[in-house]
């Protein structure tokens, strides 16, 4: 049982507009300002993962934070000015560890690893404040202002993530938020609503609110809103043929496709597959990829290469895709280093995975693209 006895006292210093205001207002005149909280947080009664304090500004959700969870309150880090965020991580954390947390609470793209913090987006910033935090705070940590600076929908999607990141890891957060928006999506333990004194245990986690993805096929221009957040380069070949998931009307990921003629086995290959920071995390740019791969397998089999550690957990577990070859470093073709040695310089010792799509085909949608 967390029980909380506190009282704030300030002092009042009764200028001359003090006074006016007293009269305007019909105030008492007094010397000093005092606020009195009665708390009492059951939270030893079960385990729990997620708790959330939420409630409109001014209602005591801080306050009461940092008395119940001194140690554990998250103000802020110290970032490096000019290095990237990757090295603002404890030493002993390996470099796989780091980016697997990273992508795991929804900041999945390599190139923004490597950037100092301060060049971040607020959605960045966030999701990194939060990795940093599961690092250096192993049990119970407590987070205040969660989501206040970023767009909503990173608010919802962040929350998600860092959701199914604390549980992952069976750490335990409490969030402090003046949004109730993010209820559904970050799905809470518990509820604790200063201006109310209420305390809610949720009986059952419920699934996360449903996004709905609108797909459309593009020019290849639409890669320019995209290409910086791939982790491998920014080319496209010429002859990819490109889709663009929207959410409420904005993009959000992207998906090439290439065809690979063949005299026996002609294939589709996914060509570039990456979604944007905002949206990353609850799984958006596997269903894009996942939707596409089952238009094209209408027609010959569908494979796909890819590097990214993130993709290949979520393809190994999925049912729709078969590994045809783990997880290994790029082979050197013969004759091909003297043509393109920037090429094969750059992808030598990078790990890669093979997957060949096997879920249900989408016939009818396939026609209504004008693939088949």
Known sequence: MSRLDLIRESPIVR????????????????TRSREQWSVELPLSERPWNIGLIVGPSGCGKTT?????????????FVWPSEKCIIDAFPQAMGIKEITSLLSSVGFSS??????????????EQFRVRMARALAELSELVVIDEFTSVVDRMVARTGSCAIAKTVRRRDQQLVAVACHYDIIDW???????????????WRCERQP?????????????????????????????????NCFVALVEEQPAAFTAVMYFPHPKSPSYREHRTVCLPDYQGVGIGNALSEYVASLYSCKHRYTSVTGHPAMIRHRARSPLWKMTRKPSTVQRQAGFEKQRKQIVASS?????????????????????FGLI
Not at 64 to 74: K, S
């Open 208 to 240: 996360r609110p449903s996004i709905s993805l609108r797909i459309v096929n593009v020019h290849r221009d639409a890669w320019h809103l995209f290409r910086k957040h791939h982790y491998l380069d920014a080319s496209l070949h010429q002859a990819a």
């Open 64 to 76: 009461i934070a940092r008395e119940l969870f001194q140690d554990q309150f998250v103000d802020d």
């Open 186 to 200: 970050l799905n809470p333990d518990w509820i604790y609503q200063p201006a109310l004194d209420d305390f809610q």
């Open 348 to 368: 030598r010792g990078r790990l890669t995975a093979s997957f060949q799509y096997i879920g249900p085909s989408r016939q009818r949608d396939a026609l209504r």
């Open 110 to 123: 390599p190139p923004g690893w490597l950037r100092p913090y301060h060049v971040l987006s607020n959605g």
């Open 15 to 30: 200028t001359p507009r003090v006074m006016q205001l007293e009269g305007m207002f019909g105030l008492a005149a007094e």
